[in-house]
């Protein structure tokens, strides 16, 4: 016959055995449940970097469209013009002043998912930074600013945007000066077009608050007469009096310069990319001049 304390300390051992086993298969467990958290944070991040790429990839694809739709549909509608009664016809002047008048935007849809928007803004009917010169925005911040302080600070953006040399004057903007001399010169030789002296122009009306002296408050009374996207031309039947009285360039008849302004989007989304796309009007072409682009 066993004796009792042996059986006794046989069932202790298998006691402690399944509490070992119960313990790792508790570890086990928790060790999982990390791990599915782990890959389950991991696979959602990676899926809403993947939904956020395909937002900003339908989004800008949106916006290019805007951009398309719009060239296309004011280039039909300048053909058409000119079909109907020639170049000089009043019909084009009619298309022109229809796209001047419009306050929202001349295109929209949607397109699987996505969205677009595209306003157009005629630039010639503003007053260029890069190519008015001193004496043109002069006149058109003294119209919000005191005449001096408009003086300096008209001389200040123009200083920026020629890089004149003054006697004396060394350093990089004596260089650039030297140096549009000698192009210039080459040019009229050549008989080339003159030569612009933007040599730093600005990119955007932001770009004027680093010009010293100028106010945010004179700058937002002027954002709707100013661009920096025009030729030095002015469209007088659409610009305000006070740039027409400013300009300092050819006054034209119709515009030079057309800015398309499209936003795109996907639907449900919060991202929006804006594309600006200006166009020099040429007949019934839009030929593209310059290109931007930006998340909003």
């Known amino acids: 016959m066993t004796p009792r304390p042996q059986r006794s300390h046989r069932v202790v051992h298998r006691r402690v055995r399944r509490g070992a086993a119960l313990i790792a298969a508790l570890v086990t467990i928790a060790l999982l449940a990390s791990i599915t958290a782990i890959v389950s944070s991991e696979a959602r991040h990676a899926a809403s970097?993947?939904?956020?790429?395909?937002?900003?990839?339908?989004?800008?694809?949106?916006?290019?469209?805007?951009?398309?739709?719009?060239?296309?549909?004011?280039?039909?509608?300048?053909?058409?013009?000119?079909?109907a009664?020639?170049?000089?016809?009043?019909?084009?002047?009619?298309?022109?002043?229809?796209l001047a008048a419009r306050t929202g935007a001349l295109v929209q849809d949607t397109i699987n998912?996505?969205?677009?928007?595209?306003?157009?803004?005629?630039?010639?009917?503003?007053?260029?930074?890069?190519?008015?010169?001193?004496?043109?925005?002069?006149?058109?911040?003294?119209?919000?600013?005191?005449?001096?302080?408009?003086?300096?600070?008209?001389?200040a953006i123009a200083a920026r945007v020629r890089g004149d040399a003054r006697p004396g004057r060394s350093g990089p903007d004596a260089l650039r000066s030297q140096r549009w001399q000698r192009d210039s010169m080459g040019a009229a030789l050549l008989g080339r077009p003159p030569?612009?002296?933007?040599?730093?122009?600005?990119?955007?009306?932001?770009?004027?608050?680093?010009?010293?002296?100028?106010?945010?408050?004179?700058?937002?009374?002027?954002?709707?007469?100013?661009?920096v996207d025009g030729d030095g031309r002015v469209n007088r039947r659409a610009a305000s009096p006070r740039v027409r009285a400013a300009a300092t360039g050819a006054l034209i008849d119709r515009p030079s310069r057309l800015l398309v302004i499209s936003r795109g989007w996907q639907l449900g989304r919060v991202l929006t990319r804006e594309i600006q796309a200006v166009f020099e009007v040429s007949g019934s072409e839009l030929r593209l001049v310059r290109w931007r682009e930006q998340d909003r």
Request: no cysteine; net charge negative; aromatic share 4%.
């Open 113 to 155: 998912g996505g969205a677009f928007a595209a306003a157009v803004v005629d630039v010639s009917a503003r007053l260029d930074v890069n190519s008015a010169g001193a004496e043109g925005l002069q006149r058109l911040l003294a119209t919000v600013a005191p005449p001096e302080d408009a003086r300096q600070v008209a001389d």
């Open 195 to 227: 030569l612009s002296r933007a040599m730093d122009p600005f990119t955007s009306l932001d770009e004027l608050l680093t010009v010293p002296g100028m106010t945010p408050a004179w700058l937002d009374a002027l954002a709707d007469e100013l661009t």
């Open 85 to 98: 009664s020639g170049p000089d016809s009043a019909g084009l002047d009619r298309v022109f002043d229809a």
């Open 49 to 83: 970097v993947v939904d956020n790429r395909r937002a900003q990839v339908t989004a800008r694809a949106m916006a290019e469209s805007g951009v398309l739709a719009a060239r296309a549909q004011i280039e039909v509608a300048l053909r058409e013009a000119g079909e």
